[in-house]
């Protein structure tokens, strides 16, 4: 079956801009994730979803940034006023549950100019 | 804080040598360890969990609690184990994986 699925692949935004990510996670897998990767390092744990709540949102660096997931299935993540610094590739994930194995996306590069 | 260490960014070597990746991690409760691999121009998928006690692709790994490590071997690399491998922990009541930060390994023929 289909796997997760992330659009765009790549983005090219200016500073300031506001951005939209998306995350279409595999069918019937309730929670979902989202990490950040920067250069040469590992994925950063953003924040998670179960259901249309997002349980645990820790790991969101600031107001600036923000994700929904209304209807439980398809989750967005919005970057306001973007930074240089945000640059890096958001990677989604989602399970079948809780401590259930996370399978990820194929990421989605933003690019901050 | 929890913390995942993986000493090695760069690790090459010869086909059919042992191969061994180390993570070391931080956490004064009962994690659950995984490593995640990432092959070239594909996505980050499980290679396995310590839970499961598997061998995959003839990789294994051992948690050691008294020496919070988690190292990844293999008796004999192969040159299609030439990836990007990530330690991963999850802690008690958290959903959330803590990865470190990356160790690439080349096989050479």
């Known amino acids: 079956g289909a796997g997760v699925s992330q659009t765009p692949s790549n983005k090219v935004t200016e500073k300031g801009k506001y951005v939209e990510l998306r995350c279409d996670p595999i069918s019937g897998h309730t929670a979902l994730y989202w990490y950040r990767q920067s250069l040469g390092q590992g994925p950063e744990f953003l924040i998670y979803f179960q259901g249309t709540g997002a349980a645990d949102d820790s790991g969101l660096p600031n107001d600036r940034f923000f994700a929904v997931r209304p209807e439980g299935s398809v989750s967005t993540l919005k970057i306001q006023r973007t930074e240089r610094g945000d640059s890096a590739v958001y990677l989604c994930a989602s399970s079948t549950g809780t401590k259930d194995t996370q399978y990820f996306g194929p990421g989605t590069r933003l690019t901050v100019l | 804080a929890q913390r995942v260490t993986q000493p090695e960014k760069l690790l090459s070597v010869f086909k059919g040598a042992p191969v061994e990746l180390k993570c070391n991690y931080s956490?004064?409760?009962?994690?659950?360890l995984f490593w995640y691999v990432q092959y070239s121009r594909q996505r980050l998928q499980l290679l396995l969990r310590h839970i499961s006690r598997e061998s995959i692709k003839g990789f294994t790994a051992d948690l050691n609690k008294g020496e919070t490590s988690f190292h990844l071997k293999k008796p004999f690399a192969q040159e299609e184990d030439s990836a990007m491998y990530y330690c991963a922990l999850s802690i008690q009541g958290a959903q959330k994986l803590v990865f470190g930060q990356g160790t690439r390994l080349t096989i050479n023929p």
């Open positions: 956490y004064s409760g009962s994690p659950e």
